[in-house]
């Protein structure tokens, strides 16, 4: 693509909107749809058509996005960048037997969860009884008001940028730190409530959220006893890890 004098594309910037921008714009919008066309991408991300498909076009030069017929779809690119994120340290390796065993006890789907860029992301995740209504995947993300959000939310305000806050907000957060729970009774899901309690690090900073799904015939005063006692063993093993095993000596040979 020839460039002009300035070092730019030559190309008019997408009104009120950067390149970048309008790239990650059509990113969330194929990560919901998981696959789509140019059509629906271009309604969903806000840009004009023509942009839409000049920047999709670009991405699958780069290997972000890939064509699957008509219709784009995530790239191996994106894959591999993706999984070089990772959660804070020690937390799946810390949650992993607690939530086990919460999830055996309630059966409730049990999860961890953290805020990435005001939304509520899944990391690790136990299957329950309400998975066939909201199953917990890897990567998958919620509005920050589903309940592992809101107990970080609160925990962290006002330093998380978000959409403006509800009116009601303020009473709800003071009421979530005095308590150490947030509930959500359907609030995003029919026919499934959801108890959630912070993961505090060694500092006492709240680095996660442990949330567990139930249906509404649950008792949720019950499920949040049980999930509090889940997180505060979670937090002490980020406080206090287990200690590597030394390696067991080979038997000589007699």
């Given at each position: 693509m020839a460039r002009s004098a300035a070092g730019g594309t030559g190309e008019r910037p997408v009104p009120g909107?950067?390149?970048l921008e309008g790239a990650f714009a059509l990113l969330e919008a194929l990560g919901q749809a998981g696959e789509a066309?140019?059509?629906?991408l271009s309604a969903d991300s806000g840009l004009p058509k023509t942009t839409a498909y000049r920047l999709l076009e670009q991405l699958v030069d780069l290997g972000v996005v890939e064509?699957?017929?008509?219709?784009y779809r995530m790239g191996s690119r994106m894959f591999r960048l993706g999984l070089g994120w990772r959660p804070p340290p020690g937390l799946c390796a810390a949650a992993r037997g607690p939530m086990r065993r919460?999830?055996?006890?309630t059966g409730a789907s049990v999860?961890?969860?953290?805020?990435?860029?005001?939304?509520?992301?899944?990391?690790q995740g136990v299957p329950g009884m309400v998975d066939h209504l909201a199953p917990f995947q890897p990567g998958a993300t919620w509005p920050w008001y589903?309940?592992?959000g809101k107990v970080l939310v609160a925990a962290a305000s006002p330093r998380v940028p978000l959409d403006p806050l509800p009116a009601s907000w303020r009473r709800e957060a003071m009421a979530i730190r005095d308590g150490g729970v947030a509930l959500d009774r359907e609030e995003l899901v029919p026919g499934v409530c959801c108890v959630a309690v912070p993961l505090t690090a060694p500092g006492g900073e709240a680095v996660a959220g442990l949330c567990a799904m139930v249906?509404?015939?649950?008792?949720?005063?019950?499920?949040?006893r049980a999930v509090a006692r889940t997180?505060?063993?979670?937090?002490a093993g980020l406080r206090d890890p287990a200690p590597a095993r030394p390696p067991v000596a080979p038997a000589r040979a007699s």
């Open positions: 909107r950067g390149v066309g140019l059509t629906a064509h699957h017929g008509t219709r919460l999830a055996r006890a999860g961890i969860c953290v805020l990435r860029e005001g939304r509520t992301l899944a990391v589903a309940a592992a249906d509404p015939a649950h008792d949720l005063g019950r499920l949040a997180g505060r063993a979670v937090s």
